[in-house]
T-cell receptor, first 113, second 114 residues
Framework: DTGVSQDPRHKITKRGQNVTFRCDPI?????LYWYRQTLGQGPEFLTY????????KSRLLSDRFSAERPKGSFSTLEIQRTEQGDSAMYLC???????????FGQGTRLTVV | AQKVTQAQTEISVVEKEDVTLDCVYE???????LFWYKQPPSGELVFLIR??????QNEISGRYSWNFQKSTSSFNFTITASQVVDSAVYFC???????????FGTGTRLTIIP
């Protein structure tokens, strides 16, 4: 296990389509985080899980967005009815606990055309 | 509300020069955590340091050093004897609860010229 893995790395979709991204955290990491990063900006918090429980969601996460982490392992982030404003890099991170280092994946770059 | 300001958008220095990246934060909480991350062209964020609000001791790790000053709400990062591999975007971040809900600054793009 070499780190947090995200799939796909790049996704181009037409406006109005649904997309799903996957994040595989480092084994045994019980915390998993999703962030969104637009060009020239820092990452913005979207949501996080402790095991399978989704503990917090940002206001940025509209009702078109849903995240899951079944069985406390991998996580998926789904965006329904994509809009051009959804174009961004979606970053996933995991940590062993609240106060241990969070490791980030390389992200999924979404382009909505 | 929390806020992190990185006023330096881009910095270029010649290799072996020292460079300081500035970070100013705003929070109403007495307990908080400050972070620095490096984002190379490959995209993943690489953790550099976490400091809690009760520990104002400066820290040095090899060529990296951090200066935390609560009086000015700053958490600056200095790279000594810069190298080309240091070229990246550097982010300062703030949170109330360890790793939860990090608030990032807009980043500083550092270019080291050989």
């Amino acid at each position: 296990d070499t780190g947090v893995s995200q799939d796909p790395r790049h996704k181009i979709t037409k406006r109005g389509q649904n997309v799903t991204f996957r994040c595989d955290p480092i084994s045994e990491h019980n915390r998993l985080y999703w962030y969104r990063q637009t060009l020239g900006q820092g990452p913005e918090f979207l949501t996080y899980f402790q095991n399978e429980a989704q503990l917090e969601k940002s206001r940025l996460l509209s009702d078109r967005f849903s995240a899951e982490r079944p069985k406390g392992s991998f996580s998926t982030l789904e965006i329904q009815r994509t809009e051009q404003g959804d174009s961004a890099m979606y970053l996933c991170a995991s940590s062993l606990g609240e106060y241990t280092e969070a490791f980030f994946g390389q992200g999924t770059r979404l382009t909505v055309v | 509300a929390q806020k992190v300001t990185q006023a330096q958008t881009e910095i270029s220095v010649v290799e072996k020069e020292d460079v300081t990246l500035d970070c100013v934060y705003e929070t109403r909480d007495t307990t908080y955590y400050l972070f620095w991350y490096k984002q190379p062209p490959s995209g993943e964020l690489v953790f550099l340091i976490r400091r809690n609000s009760f520990d104002e001791q400066n820290e040095i790790s090899g060529r990296y050093s951090w200066n935390f000053q609560k009086s000015t709400s700053s958490f600056n990062f200095t790279i000594t004897a810069s190298q080309v591999v240091d070229s990246a975007v550097y982010f300062c971040a703030l949170s109330n609860f360890g790793n939860e809900k990090l608030t990032f600054g807009t980043g500083t793009r550092l270019t080291i010229i050989p």
